[in-house]
């Protein structure tokens, strides 16, 4: 466990429906995306999903780590498409791409 006091992060995060008739969405409706955020370096410390089997969340907070948010999910989307192969990825990457706004919206607040 990281202890996230001594750095700039923030905690972001974004929700996405699974679409019907697939066998994700029988276990779950909908898939959350938690992004620890580098507020200075704009970069993903960690994530984590909401799914059923932990490996499918652990497995996307690698392909998510040390990635760059500058410029919105342009550096994401690719490795997204190209790694994770499972049902929902549209529903995935719209959640990433929520948690991400819900960011890049309060640092031009900021």
Do not use: H
Not at 82 to 94: E, H, I, K, S, Y
């Amino acid at each position: 466990m990281s202890d996230w006091s001594q750095t700039n992060t923030v905690l972001t995060a974004g929700f996405a429906q699974i679409p019907k008739g697939t066998t994700l969405y029988e276990v779950s409706t909908v898939v959350g995306c938690v992004l620890i955020i580098d507020v200075d370096k704009e970069v993903i410390c960690d994530a984590s999903f909401t799914f059923y089997m932990d490996k499918t969340s652990d497995f996307l907070a690698g392909l998510l780590r040390g990635r760059s948010v500058a410029n919105g999910m342009a550096e994401i989307t690719p490795v997204v498409q190209d790694r994770f192969l499972g049902p929902g990825q549209g529903a995935v990457l719209q959640a990433i791409r929520g948690a991400v706004e819900r960011f890049m919206e309060k640092k031009r607040q900021s």
